[in-house]
């Protein structure tokens, strides 16, 4: 079982795919590195945050090299 103490240095990062959202994303922001355990990821884009979510909860005792994430919404920057 994983240990919610264990430092995020000693988790190995997973490859996010990134799905849905503006077609402006470019390719290479569809993909990023982050911890097995997110489950959200908030994407800088033109002026605001393109935010995406995994799909199915968290199941840490399956964990995959790749991992994917559906956009959810867009928030703009405050001022």
């Given at each position: 079982m994983y240990d919610r103490?264990?430092?995020t240095s000693t988790?190995?990062?997973?490859?996010?795919i990134l799905h849905g959202g503006p077609e402006s994303i470019p390719d290479d922001k569809r993909v990023q590195l982050v911890s097995p355990h997110d489950e959200k990821i908030k994407l800088p884009h033109?002026?605001?945050?393109?935010?995406?979510e995994r799909i199915?909860?968290?199941?840490?005792?399956?964990i995959s090299e790749e991992?994917?994430?559906?956009?959810?919404t867009r928030t703009e920057v405050a001022e």
């Open positions: 103490t264990e430092t988790v190995k990062p997973v490859r996010a033109y002026g605001g945050y393109e935010h995406f199915g909860g968290l199941d840490v005792s399956v991992i994917l994430f559906f956009w959810t």
